[in-house]
């Protein structure tokens, strides 16, 4: 057997001995595994599955109670303390079975070789089964219809085998590279439209750049259609974005750039436009998954307790109502507090969402986007909640998403812009 070659991945094994204080996972807002033991989780849920799932056997043969004992497996090993992920992580566990199962067929059976050389925990007295399964006529026309179907597809990330949950880790570095070298990218405000142009570019292999050059139509298409939105006002709105608007509603149970296993309903609690058409009642006139509705109900239990409250600058404890939408807002000086001096205006996004750049955010924060800083304040320095390695001062919030301090944050009501601003902040219904 050949040695694996510099820079090839091994398999995984999980050996070195984890301490009871790393067996720990916390999830984004997505219910996506982050933090620094996200990799090991990954790990150790890939060789859960090859345990406790047999490769012969299809992934959709295998019955309820055996996916319900895999998550009751991982929540205890991991130490995870309620059930918000499940969902996601048992969608996430089936396909990394059905995966696993195309590898199997690809790497192996297509080339009459076997893989227990590789993966000696494998079965072998299995392997005649899996091979005869891949070789009927109904799996055969099955496969080469999916095949056909994929080559039919123009539109394809480049994000590489950790996708777009990777992408966001190392978003800072590739955007930097794309924007300083095209400046129509440096338009591109709203995150989802930046995640999927980043997402898209490739390397120069010359120069070892990120470019955008070979998509740059779309660049225009998003740039404009972003500028069209804000100037109707849809832009704020919450239930429809640019990627939407350009390129049609989510669907399949997918959602751009965010991950395979997640739906736009479960996106930021539904944050974003899928193909569900409400009524006049305004509910989705496509049934809803019981389980679904199960998800979204816990969730809105804890948003709704957690409250989010922070303390005046007089010391006066300030108890402020849920952001449910991504809405205008008005940044204002810390310093300068109780007074309202607005230094910059943006977008604010739902207090449900608690991450940013996969890094939990302050409690008395939320994300907000900055779209303008106003003339005389681009040098003043940031809060400390807000203070980074790449932002230090308002001039450096522009276009980018940070987190900025509640009690210094004014919503705008965009459903009467012909009031004052002054109405509008008393009126303002968060």
């Known amino acids: 057997m050949s040695k694996r070659g510099r820079g090839k991945r091994g398999v995984a094994s999980c050996s070195k001995k984890m301490r009871e204080d790393e067996l720990h996972v916390d999830f984004d807002d997505d219910m996506l595994a982050m933090g620094k033991q996200k990799s090991k989780f990954a790990s150790w849920l890939g060789l859960t599955l090859r345990a406790r799932f047999p490769y012969h056997i299809p992934t959709n043969k295998f019955d309820k109670q055996r996916w319900e004992n895999l998550w009751l497996e991982a929540k205890d090993y991991w130490n995870i303390l309620d059930d918000k992920p499940k969902h996601v992580f048992l969608k996430k566990a089936k396909k990394n079975c059905t995966d696993w199962r195309s590898k199997l067929y690809r790497e192996y059976v297509k080339i009459n070789e076997e893989p227990f050389d590789k993966y000696k925990y494998l079965d072998r007295s299995k392997w005649p089964v899996f091979v005869a399964s891949k070789k009927e006529e109904k799996f055969l026309k099955k496969s080469e219809k999916a095949r056909a179907s994929a080559l039919k597809n123009e539109d394809f990330h480049r994000t590489g085998r950790t996708g777009y949950r990777g992408l966001k880790d190392n978003f800072d570095g590739r955007w930097k590279q794309v924007s300083e070298r095209n400046s129509s990218v440096k338009k591109l405000q709203h995150q989802r439209s930046q995640l999927y142009i980043a997402g898209r570019a490739s390397r120069n292999k010359q120069t070892g ?222």
Request: aromatic letters at 8%; charged letters at 25%.
């Open 209 to 430: 750049f990120y470019e955008v050059n070979h998509i740059q139509p779309k660049v225009n298409s998003l740039g404009g259609t972003e500028s069209k939105m804000k100037a109707d006002g849809t832009y704020y709105q919450g239930r429809e974005d640019p990627l939407t608007r350009c390129f049609g509603p989510e669907r399949g149970g997918r959602s751009r750039t965010v991950s395979y296993v997640i739906g736009s309903t479960k996106v930021h609690g539904g944050l974003y436009k899928c193909d569900r058409q409400p009524n006049q009642n305004g509910v989705p006139t496509t049934q809803t998954r019981s389980d679904e509705m199960n998800v979204n109900q816990d969730r809105q239990r804890v948003d709704g307790s957690m409250g989010f409250h922070s303390y005046a600058s007089r010391g006066s404890y300030i108890d402020h109502p849920d952001i449910q939408d991504v809405c205008k807002c008005e940044l204002l000086s810390v310093d300068d507090l109780p007074r309202e001096i607005t230094i910059a205006k943006g977008l604010a996004y739902p207090t449900r969402i608690r991450t940013l750049h996969t890094k939990h955010m302050k409690d008395s924060c939320v994300k907000v986007q900055v779209d303008t800083v106003i003339p005389g304040y681009e040098d003043k320095d940031v809060p400390s909640e807000t203070l980074d390695d790449e932002v230090k001062y308002m001039d450096d919030t522009l276009a980018g998403f940070i987190q900025w301090p509640r009690n210094a944050l004014n919503i705008v009501n965009i459903e009467a812009p012909h009031k004052s601003n002054s109405a509008s902040r008393k009126a303002s219904t968060y």
